[in-house]
């Protein structure tokens, strides 16, 4: 079986964040598929390797199918920077290609990656208002191709799905991201002590008001490590204030793992107040688990339904005082975070990579090649 990857954007040598999820399933797909040829890099890297593809395909290399694995921001729209300013342009030659593979009847299947643009709170003090109008219109013009071209879209959850076909009418499932992070059992556990980890950004979608304000009501023997990107927090810093117990790093790659060997539990903060928050599933989520961690989340989002429902963590009201009490009972009771640790270690397995591609097998309807 032959396939294409296609991500358009730059694949970054130590990926981080979002970057993971491409390298990580272009693995994947080598192991499961014959050949799997790479489209990925900026647009003229791009424009070279789908000439070379296209020629071939018109000479009768064959292909099975196509995955696309779009980036953040819409995949209409692309930025080019000249002396230190960015400036948008219009970029469609990614969806042509789409259509020559449709025409040829190549299976297609479309991960829709983000619609931040949906939502211009997620951009305060980003971008201006006229760059809120310019990723709508284009993040429009995206769906709309999708609408029309794709049948096979996929989306991080199942409430991201029943967003996109409330609003847009647009059918997609769910193909939420994997983990391969080792195990990393806790050590020196201590009663009466909690040692909380949390891994993401700091920026205005993951606002930290509520936990640092649960962390200022709890004694020193509760902690928090906080990590996230040095560039985010160094923009945002100014805004809170730190208890004692808290503490910042800047942590990435093989660091994490001591770094989750000297936490207890976890913590995903994102505030529900808000409908993005209510559809959203981090990639830290599996990460998190794929570590040996329970999960602490808010109540009324797509990774609290997630989390209670396979019983890996708590979920909470999102207000310092529930968090806080929440955080003084598991002090109190490592017993019940031993019993949520049993059952995030039996669910580990379905949080894989190979898992998500066989996910996305499933729903094209192919095979895995037998090694």
Same mark, same amino acid.
């Given at each position: 079986m032959k396939a294409i990857f296609y991500h358009p954007a730059e694949l970054c040598p130590r990926p981080s964040g979002s970057g993971i999820r491409p390298h990580k399933m272009i693995l994947e797909l080598q192991k499961a598929c014959e050949n799997v040829y790479v489209v990925a890099g900026n647009s003229k890297e791009r424009k070279l390797k789908v000439r070379e593809i296209k020629k071939n395909i018109n000479l009768g290399l064959k292909v099975d199918f196509i995955y696309f694995e779009n980036k953040s921001s819409p995949v209409t729209l692309s930025i080019i920077r000249l002396v230190g300013i960015a400036f948008p342009f219009p970029c469609f030659f990614d969806l042509f290609f789409l259509l020559f593979c449709a025409r040829r009847g190549i299976k297609i299947g479309y991960y829709f990656r983000d619609i931040h643009w949906d939502f211009g709170y997620i951009y305060e003090g980003v971008v201006g208002w006229f760059g809120?109008?310019?990723?709508?219109?284009?993040?429009?013009?995206?769906?709309?191709?999708?609408?029309?071209?794709?049948?096979?879209?996929?989306?991080?959850?199942?409430?991201?799905?029943?967003?996109?076909?409330?609003?847009?009418?647009?059918?997609?499932?769910?193909?939420?991201?994997?983990?391969?992070?080792?195990?990393?059992?806790a050590k020196n556990y201590s009663n009466n002590n909690l040692r909380i980890g949390y891994v993401g950004g700091s920026g205005a979608l993951y606002d930290p008001r509520t936990l640092f304000s649960a962390m200022s009501l709890l004694p020193k023997s509760i902690t928090l490590s906080y990590c996230t990107r040095?560039?985010?927090?160094?923009?945002?810093?100014?805004?809170?204030?730190?208890?004692?117990?808290?503490?910042?790093?800047? #942590?990435?790659? $093989?660091?994490?793992?001591?770094?989750? &060997?000297?936490? *207890?539990?976890? =913590?995903?903060?994102? +505030?529900?107040?808000?409908?993005?928050?209510?559809?959203?599933?981090?990639?830290?989520?599996?990460?998190?688990?794929?570590?040996?961690?329970?999960?602490?989340?808010?109540?009324?989002?797509?990774?609290?339904?997630?989390?209670?429902?396979?019983?890996?963590?708590?979920?909470?009201?999102?207000?310092?005082?529930?968090?806080?009490?929440?955080?003084? #009972?598991?002090? $109190?009771?490592?017993?019940?975070?031993? &019993?949520?640790? *049993?059952?995030? =270690?039996?669910?580990? +397995?379905?949080?894989?990579?190979?898992?998500?591609?066989?996910?996305?097998?499933?729903?094209?309807?192919?095979?895995?090649?037998?090694?």
């Open positions: 809120v109008i310019l990723l709508k219109m284009f993040g429009r013009l995206e769906l709309m191709f999708l609408k029309k071209f794709i049948k096979h879209i996929f989306v991080p959850t199942g409430a991201f799905a029943e967003y996109l076909q409330n609003k847009y009418k647009i059918f997609s499932r769910p193909l939420p991201p994997g983990s391969d992070l080792e195990l990393c059992p040095k560039t985010e927090w160094e923009l945002v810093k100014s805004k809170y204030q730190l208890p004692q117990n808290v503490r910042i790093v800047h #942590f990435s790659g $093989n660091e994490l793992i001591d770094f989750y &060997r000297n936490c *207890d539990v976890t =913590i995903y903060p994102l +505030p529900p107040a808000r409908e993005y928050s209510r559809m959203a599933f981090s990639f830290k989520i599996p990460e998190y688990l794929c570590a040996g961690k329970p999960v602490i989340v808010f109540d009324g989002t797509a990774v609290s339904d997630f989390i209670i429902n396979n019983n890996l963590g708590w979920s909470v009201g999102d207000n310092a005082v529930d968090l806080a009490n929440l955080m003084l #009972f598991l002090a $109190n009771g490592h017993d019940e975070i031993l &019993r949520k640790i *049993d059952n995030v =270690i039996k669910f580990r +397995p379905q949080l894989s990579w190979t898992n998500t591609v066989r996910t996305l097998f499933e729903y094209l309807q192919l095979e895995a090649c037998q090694a």
